[in-house]
Structures are given as C-alpha cells and as structure tokens.
C-alpha cells in the first residue's frame, strides 16, 4: 500500500487550462474516486499520476517523493483504460504476462504469478482463450488481472466499468471493490457515474473545469455539498432560485421568483437580505402526505408519476412556474390529484454562488 499526494497540478493545452492547481491526497489503501461532468479534468488527472501527461507544474508524491518526473515505467502503477486494451492475437494469459515480462520478471516465475492474478479476479480457467471468446464483464477482469500482476503500490483505473451494461455493471461494482479490500491495494478511480463513485468509495473527489469542488467521503459529499454545483451534480435534486430574505442562526429563509418562501440552511458563508440564491433538496428527503411535518409545507399537484421498483418517482408541481421531486414507496394518490407535501429546513442547502 502507498499514500499518494496530488500537489497543485496545473496542465494547459493551447489557451485550454485543463487542470487548475488539482491537489488532493489518497491514503494507504483508499479507494478514492474522481468524479464529474465529461471535460472537467478527471482523466487527464489519473494521466498526469501515472505519468502518460506530463504537467505543466505541480507534484506527485508516492509515499512522499516525488516522481512527476519518473516515467511510467519507473512508477510501479497499474493502469486499467475504458477500452481494456487487450491484445487480441495473445491468449489471456499470455495478456496477463505482458507487464510481467516487460517489467523483467524471472521467466520461470511468469505464468505462475499470471495464473494467480486470474485466480485472484476469479477466472482461473480462461487462460488458454483469446479475448473475443470472453464476455464483456471477464475482459474487463482480466484487464485488472494484467494491472495486478506486477503487484504495483497504486492501481489507476478509467472508467472501467463503462462499456458494461447496467447489470453486468453493478454485479462489477460489488466485484471490483471486493477485489480491491482484498488486495488491499491503493487505487484511484475515473468515473462520470455519481452513484458509481458514491458507491465504491471511501473519499471522492469532484471535479469541474480542471479544478476540485469538493473532497470528502459519499456521505459528506452527497449530504453536505460544498457548493451548488456538487449539489446539483451529486444525485438527482429540484432546484429553485431565488434571493435570500432573512439568514440567521436559527436558519435561512429564500423567497423564489414565483414569490414561495422556503427555509434551508446556507451552505456558502454569508447571506445578506437581498442575495441572489439557489436552494437545492433530494427527493428522499420530501414528504408526501398529512402527516409529514417540517418548517417547508405546501400543498402541490400530482403531475408525474413514474415506477422505478423499490420506490416511484413522483413529479409535483407547486405553482405555474415551479416544480419538485419526491419518492414515495407506495403512492395513494393518481395524478391530477392535490396532496400535502412537507421537508424539514435541514434537509434543505441555500448556496449564494
């Protein structure tokens, strides 16, 4: 296991700043995430730590020194890219080997040490086909199996979940984290999937235009965002804006553009009367019914409903101009119909950026 420091990274292509002084650290053995919208920097960041980017200024620090300058092959990182990158002609084992050879390994000691990085992904038996006699969900495996094979301090991964589909994708969601608590390895991870990156990781770190947003673990990402774009990034949210009327200890209140007065807590330092605001809350946290309770109560109309499984997805509109998302396990009602609808300040976040 390793510790890595990312140290104020800056890239510029042209009069493009990809990455804007990017820091964050990863701790021995985390599995820490960077997440965000396509082109905010993710995965010319993972690049820049595996050193396939050089950068422009900045530090990597692998267990304090640092390598900016290594090339790649000095870094002892494994790399796993959305496309797998097999060699079709090798077979898979022969795949697995590759970085073993290049990286010199006794010849005698190769297929037993690619034998078990297959073993330890779980295809122990597929060693003898090539990568188009395997499904999608074993070459991404056996991706991985190449990457820990070398046994490098940091494996980098991007997006390698990507060209899965959605069920073969969450089976290897639970799969690659097993994986990667049991050889304990520290890893960096690329993904533009929020629940993805909320799901795998002990820290995340969000992106947007070359620069973090935001560093902390799932739950204090998703439930104490830093500003209105994590907010709104970050799972699904009704937003509304609006200028702020009263802020206070005790909380704040926004009035909106349709004249609806909501209570939140301000997230983003002072509010002063008159600030122009958005106030952000997730539909698990608003209640449909007379008996739900807290500081926001209206009363909406059903406009959408929409079954999702475990819960249904209802869209309620306040007035012509707003409208909210809620969640509701067994819905009583049909749409057109009017319902109570009520979510506590806390659960609301007033950003002023």
């Known amino acids: 296991m390793s510790r890595v420091s990312v140290r104020n990274i800056r890239k510029v292509y042209g009069g493009v700043t990809a990455l804007n002084n990017v820091g964050f650290e990863v701790g021995d053995g985390q599995f820490v995430s960077l997440l965000g919208p396509s082109g905010c920097g993710k995965t010319t ?39 797998y990158a097999l060699f079709p002609h090798k077979t898979i084992l022969e795949n697995v080997a590759f970085g073993l050879k290049m990286r010199k390994t006794p010849a005698a000691d190769i297929p037993r040490l690619a034998q078990a ?80 990156g909320l799901m795998l990781s002990d820290r995340v770190v969000v992106m947007s235009e070359g620069r973090v947003a935001q560093v902390g673990t799932p739950d204090e990402i998703y439930e104490t965002p830093a500003s209105s774009f994590v907010a709104d990034f970050i799972g699904e949210a009704s937003v509304f804006e609006g200028q702020i009327t009263h802020s206070g200890p005790e909380g704040c209140v926004m009035r909106t553009a349709a004249g609806t007065l909501l209570h939140g807590v301000l997230r983003t330092g002072a509010g002063p009367g008159g600030a122009s605001a958005r106030l952000i809350v997730r539909p698990e946290k608003v ?16 406009e959408h409903l929409a079954y999702a499984g475990a819960s249904t997805r209802v869209v309620l509109r306040l007035n012509a101009q707003e409208r909210l998302i809620a969640n509701s396990v067994k819905p009583d009602f049909a749409i057109g119909d009017t319902v109570e609808i009520s979510w506590q300040a806390v659960a609301s976040s007033i950003f002023t950026d």
């Open 45 to 83: 960041t993972l690049r820049v730590i595996a050193g396939l980017v050089e950068p422009d200024s900045g530090r990597i620090e692998v267990d304090g020194r640092d390598i900016v300058n290594d090339p790649p092959e000095r870094r002892n990182m494994g790399v796993v890219f959305q496309s």
């Open 117 to 196: 990085a297959l073993e330890m992904v779980r295809l122990p038996s597929v060693g003898d086909r090539y990568p188009r006699q395997i499904s999608g969900g074993q070459q991404q495996r056996v991706a991985i199996a190449r990457a820990i094979a070398t046994r490098p301090s940091v494996l980098l991964l991007d997006e390698p979940l990507s060209n899965l589909d959605l069920k073969l994708r969450m089976q290897m969601r639970v799969e690659l984290k097993e994986l990667q608590r049991q050889v304990g390895i520290t890893t960096v991870f690329v993904t533009h999937d929020q629940e993805e």
């Open 287 to 302: 209640r449909i019914g007379s008996a739900a309770q807290g500081e926001n109560r209206f009363q909406a109309t059903v």
